[in-house]
């Protein structure tokens, strides 16, 4: 089970270059509004040093790490909400997603067609949410009046609490704010999360600059960092990531070193969606086979075992907890068990990002 992210924007702003420079694979990318038409779906393996370093130690016969998929999603237009352009597939695909990853075009380029003569990153998002929040809106026209009489009838309704957390929700729209930053509690959330509205949908920002902005950001990211927060602002350059992704691996660090570039943008991604959806990684190592497991933050034993086998959270008694650093330390496992660093923990351990665990259920 591996998180879904949708790549969402307006035609033309570099999501398929994203693409294919995440997969490496080959999603068409042309100089033409719409050339996204089918879904192209591609899952990348999380890259994970901590991963890498377990396996030196351990020798496992077989490694597995966590994966993302993304979904390059036709591009949006105003009207979408109505079906204009390929609004209803759109949407679908937005629906399908956990996360999105919603890419602005930063780059300033006479020979590639937008949907409007001036760069304005600010108005484009709003283009592409708004019509996730028409979207929302007509959902909820559609399920208010019933539950408002249902409520009305019975005062008692069950059903109350999430008529008044709809009714913020449709305020929140109406006022052109998204679900996601109208700060729903999490009970909240919970409460009407069954009507999966798509402006609820976490949302990281990929500003996908021209080169001579790659390491720097440039005017518009700026802009942006301010207007949308800087954890939720990603600069990228799509086209330099996907020079990268054509060039042998030996060659990649010394071509990122020349731009003034760390680490690869689609590498800074994965860890951004990582960090904005609150997902830690944890590892097991059973039946000699090395795996790292994907789990949301504050997850408790149980249903991390559940992660790896519905019969292991229903079966579970405890869980043996070590640190990544404390087994790498160590020297192995064995030697772990011997210093006594593997701890018992029960229901209520919530698993930490990087903890070695092996469950113990009834089977
Ligand atoms: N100069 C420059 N051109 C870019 C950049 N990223 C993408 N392009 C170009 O912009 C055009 C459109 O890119 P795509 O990746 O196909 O755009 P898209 O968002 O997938 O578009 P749709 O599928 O139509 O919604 C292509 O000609 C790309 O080469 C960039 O960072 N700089
Ligand atoms: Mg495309």
């Known amino acids: 089970m591996s998180l879904t992210t949708g790549l969402v924007g307006l035609p033309n702003v570099g999501k398929s270059t994203l693409f294919n420079a995440l997969t490496q694979g080959a999603a068409e990318a042309s100089n033409y509004p719409f050339c996204t038409i089918e879904p192209n779906v591609g899952v990348v393996e999380v890259p994970d040093p901590r991963l890498a370093r377990l396996e030196q130690l351990l020798h496992p016969e077989s490694v597995t790490a966590t994966a993302i998929q993304f979904t390059d999603i036709a591009g949006l237009v105003e009207g979408a909400s109505k079906g204009e352009g390929r609004g209803n597939e759109f949407l ?152 990268i992704a054509q060039l042998p691996p030996a060659e990649r660090t010394e071509f990122l070193a020349e731009l003034g570039l760390e680490q690869r943008g689609i590498d800074r991604l994965i860890e951004a969606a990582y960090a904005r959806l609150g997902l830690i990684t944890f590892y097991t190592m059973a039946n000699d086979k090395l795996q790292a497991w994907q789990l949301p933050g504050g997850w408790h034993a149980p249903e991390a075992a559940g992660r790896i086998h519905t019969d292991m959270e229903q079966g579970f008694i405890r869980a043996e907890v070590a640190t990544s650093e404390e087994l790498l330390a160590s020297g192995g496992l064995h030697e772990l068990r011997q210093a006594g660093h593997l701890r018992t923990e029960g229901r209520d351990y919530a698993v930490r990002d990087g903890d070695v665990v092996h469950f113990l259920f009834k089977a």
């Open 92 to 243: 679908s695909q937005v629906r399908e997603a956990d996360a999105l990853v919603h890419v602005v075009r930063c780059f300033e380029d006479a020979s590639v067609s937008h949907v409007s003569a001036e760069l304005e990153p600010l108005r484009d998002i709003a283009v592409v949410e708004s019509e996730l929040m028409l979207a929302d809106l007509q959902a909820l026209e559609r399920v208010l009046p019933t539950l408002d009489k249902q409520v009305r009838t019975d005062p008692r309704s069950p059903r109350r609490h999430e008529l008044e957390v709809l009714r913020r929700i449709e305020a929140g729209i109406l006022d052109s704010c998204p679900v996601a930053r109208l700060g729903l509690s999490r009970e909240e959330e919970a409460t009407v999360a069954a009507h999966s509205f798509l402006s609820a949908k976490p949302v990281l920002y990929v500003a996908n600059v021209g080169e001579a902005d790659a390491a720097t950001g440039g005017p518009w990211v700026a802009r942006l960092e301010e207007a949308l927060g800087a954890e939720n602002v990603l600069p990228i350059s799509a086209q330099i990531e996907a020079e």
